[in-house]
């Protein structure tokens, strides 16, 4: 490793990082620590989303330095790996609202089905009405869901996959922002209510927006998205094509 105490140093260093796998890596941390105090500097208001200053931050790094992504990702890919245990991570606080869940548990089963069906019919309804092709319908089905799921979906529906990546993070995104607002205006003040729809709604961008508000509304939020996301895979395949039929 180069000493980083001068110029020269730092000079060696960049040499260093540029050439090694770790470069992903050092953007990504370093990304999302400087989105992290500018979300604290402006008291974690909602148009200051973590995610989306750090996706900002990164894609600027790409562009002005010349990397491809393929790059990118091979150091990145450390902290992509962290997802699934995170993801786990989710049941723990949920674990301490099980009483909560058992008296909840037929309204927040039948908000789940109504939310994940809105979700999907509209989603292609809005498409094939501004004039998208079916193929961009199915598209952008299942965006509600957790990448992954979205993308295994759209592929099966014969959409695009990566174009469905990129609206599940701009859903989640836009859920993140402007969910809390919409709760306020619609006077709607349960820690339940609000994290089950922000989850259901925008995934895990919006569940990680609900834990920085406290711990009840994550664990909702947390339920919500793996619920959403498995329903999503069991109803979108046929559910899409349906509504692209009697739509289109």
């Avoid at 941390?29 to 008291?43: M, P, S």
């Avoid at 900002?56 to 450390?78: E, I, K, N």
């Avoid at 895990?204 to 996301?229: K, S």
Wanted: glycine share 12%; charged share 5%.
């Amino acid at each position: 490793m180069p000493d980083i105490g001068n110029l020269s140093g730092l000079s060696q260093f960049w040499v260093y990082l540029s050439a090694s796998p770790l470069l992903g890596l050092t953007m990504t941390l370093c990304a999302y620590l400087a989105a992290h105090r500018i979300t604290t500097f402006f008291k974690g208001a909602p148009l200051a989303n973590p995610v989306a200053i750090s996706i900002a931050l990164v894609a600027g790094g790409l562009w002005l330095s010349g990397m491809s992504y393929q790059r990118y990702f091979a150091g990145a890919q450390f902290v992509h790996f962290l997802l699934g245990p995170a993801t786990v991570a989710l049941a723990l606080p949920l674990v301490r609202q099980l009483p909560r869940l058992r008296k909840a548990g037929r309204a927040l089963a039948l908000a789940l089905v109504l939310g994940s069906v809105t979700a999907i019919v509209s989603s292609v309804a809005i498409a094939l009405l501004l004039g998208a092709s079916p193929q961009l319908a199915a598209t952008l089905g299942p965006k509600s869901a957790t990448s992954p799921i979205a993308m295994a979906v759209s592929e099966r529906l014969g959409g695009i996959p990566a174009f469905t990546a990129a609206t599940v993070i701009a859903t989640g995104i836009f859920g993140a922002i402007t969910g809390p607002w919409l709760f306020d205006r619609l006077r709607i003040a349960s820690p339940l209510a609000r994290g089950f729809a922000l989850g259901l709604a925008s995934h895990g961008i919006g569940t990680a927006r609900a834990f920085q508000v406290n711990a009840e509304m994550g664990a909702f939020a947390g339920l919500a998205m793996g619920l959403n996301g498995a329903l999503t895979a069991l109803v979108a395949p046929w559910l899409v094509p349906v509504a692209i039929g009697w739509l289109g």
